[in-house]
């Protein structure tokens, strides 16, 4: 069995030593790295070959790869690396790092054209000043190949330990039998609809009902596929912390169920999560962790290889072990697990991590997008920007001396915009071009600080660096599917701050060649209506297969009640409260348990759970909290018991909306006093009028279809299991209309 290599992943692995640093940061972006390269090329001979594919052969070992530039007149091998800022700030092992490159390069353009000897250019492209600086050796063909057999010896104990494993995982997922003792209702349709699209390649869409088990019935189809499917790597990507855990549970089942399952799962997890020393900078003169990493990191990847499942635990305890950073040997893991379980912004992000490895090595991959529900607005939140004045406004007076004047600068374009400032918020048809100038040169200066100091990052001025550089980059991408705003934070002051924000309303042009990069992407929820909604703002492509699975449940099981007499809307809210304490003490006293309580705000919220305390004082309830700490979120759920009795009050759309299983009597009912529609404000208005003009259906897009989303979710919460029973009181008139009540799951019988 052969096992192919990319050149950049075979010298990462081989030729990095010494400390972790990333003061030699930021690196450009993609496009300017695409431009660095164009504008050398433009620069060469006619004869100038660009992206020369190479190949070459070590053993069993198949090493491929792209070399940025061939020149023929003078026998020039090149590596092209764009930068920014000082080069002479670059560490030493980042340059070791970039000759293992051109000289493995080096070695297989020698055997393919018959070459003697090469001369060998590392050509280093400052983005900012467009100046070249090229560092060159003329070496031989023998001296060459003699550095190829080095790497490639030194990677292939590795890769033949991953081949003999795959062997066996692939072996093993063959054979693989599903963990219980039969499939529940509605589960087999769709584990058979997941293994039926990565077979054919295309990307699934799956409504299937809260309850049958989709985590389990999503994953265990694709690792039966690892085999015939020649799969490299699963990714199961979640939207919240619960998502994570009921994949990694999941895993677990199997696991227990079949020993021999040689499986390596990995978690993903935020930097600040991983990070054991947030107050320290990522180098070796700050982090001990950093201090010699790669000259840990073999024998830190060589103990994670043998963990099966590589969890936030157990990754942290063999990073501490070998005294290296959790969070970078996460990302060294990414590359060695057959499975990965993270957030979707290792996948869709700008720079997602999981992402770029898929395309660097060219792997096959299966995706897997878990509530994909709320793909809509996390990937409006990754794909916009803001900038604040008042950040800006104290930088101006604590910045360094060399930072001042193009600070001043930018605060000086970003005043003149409120010369066009009708009102408090106000939506333009174009991007600010002149405080987009302004902000390329402070960025530039800041850029070039940090690389000077780089005892500077962190604090505001690195964050607000970082944020800069997101809105310059989304201005780039800037057209009619995205909003630029300015909100005035204080509208009545004289010299008035203000946010602005290039805002994304539609994702669907960034979130589409993600999921077409995969073999196959499978996005599942229990709220995927209505299909054009999803089909328009993720960029499903048009062969995208749908199912909707059918509900095991029975209608007799869920007593859903819509409470038309009274009124949740805004003018309504105080006239309301009352009569919500009454239903929900009336419910109570006729069938005490467990009950939710969900509304469409805190200060809702706290109206309702205030009268009911005053009214009701024997009836126990808890309180959702703004902000609630994941142990707190813990707490709140711990109450919902077998054998406890009272109210949880929540919001509409928040943590406790979605994602977590209280089966049984720990819940038995929920009260949903909203339609779950978003707060009427300046911005949705305007992202509704946008929305009309694209798709001709402004409200419902805003309001209708993702408020009707929340509140299935919602009641979801209360049937978990075919022997549970519940009830779900759908608090408002508006429940009643033809246009609400079609969007609500067929199996309810509503009364």
Known sequence: MSYT?????????????????????????????????????????????????????????????????????????EEVKTYRGD?????????????????????????????????????????????????????????????????????????????QRRQARDAAARVLGFPHHDFRPGQRVLAESVYKAVSTGRCLMAQAPTGIGKTLGTIFPLLKALAPQQLDKVFFLTAKTPGRKLALDAVQVLFDSSPDLTLRVLELVARDKACEHLDKACHGDSCPLAKGFYDRLPAAREAAAKVRLLDQRQLREVALDHQVCPYYLSQEMARWA???????????????????????????????????????????????????????????????????????????????????????????????????QALALCTRAMGEYFNDHPQALGGDLQRFYFDALQFSKVAELFNEQFIFDITQREPLAKRALSRLCLRNVVPAEFLRPRLTAARSSVLFSATLSPRHYYTDLLGLPANTAWIDVESPFQAQQLHVCIVERISTRFVHRQASLAPIVELIAEQFQRQPGNYLAFFSSFDYLQQVAQLLAERYPHIALWQQARGMAETERQAFLDQFTQNSQGVGFAVLGGVFGEGIDLPGARLIGAFIATLGLAQLNPINEQMKQRMAAIFGAGYDYTYLYPGIQKVVQAAGRVIRTQQDQGTVMLIDDRFAEPKVRQLLPRWWSLS
């Open 87 to 163: 080069l002479e700030a670059q560490p030493v092992n980042h340059r070791q790092l970039h000759w293992a490159q051109v000289k493995v390069y080096g070695w297989l353009m020698c055997q393919k054209l018959g070459l003697a000897e090469v001369v060998l250019a590392l050509v280093y492209f400052d983005i900012v000043s467009e100046r070249e600086t090229l560092v060159r050796q003329t070496c031989q063909a023998a001296e060459l190949e003699q550095f190829f057999n080095r790497q490639c010896a030194l990677f292939l104990g590795w890769a033949e330990q991953q081949m």
């Open 338 to 436: 057959d499975m990965v379980v993270a957030d979707y912004n290792y996948y869709f992000d700008f720079g997602a991590l999981l992402f770029g490895l898929a395309q660097l090595n060219q792997w096959r991959v299966a995706v897997l997008v878990d509530e994909a529900h709320n793909l809509v607005e996390r990937g409006r939140s990754m794909y916009s920007a803001e900038l604040d004045q008042y950040t800006l406004k104290a930088l101006r007076t604590t910045a360094p001396e060399p930072l001042k004047k193009s600070l001043q600068r930018l605060n000086r374009e970003w005043n003149a915009l409120h010369k066009e400032q009708l009102a408090p918020y106000q939506a333009y048809a174009a991007k600010p071009e002149k405080l987009l």
């Open 5 to 77: 290599v990319a050149v950049r992943a075979l010298c990462e692995f081989t030729a990095k030593v010494g400390d972790l640093d990333l003061r030699f940061t930021p690196s450009p972006s993609a496009q300017e790295g695409i431009v660095g390269h164009r504008t050398v090329a433009s620069r060469r001979s006619a004869h100038y070959q660009n992206e020369v594919a190479l190949e070459g052969n070590y053993q069993q070992l198949t090493v491929r790869g792209r070399a940025d530039g061939y020149d023929p007149d003078r026998n020039q091998l």
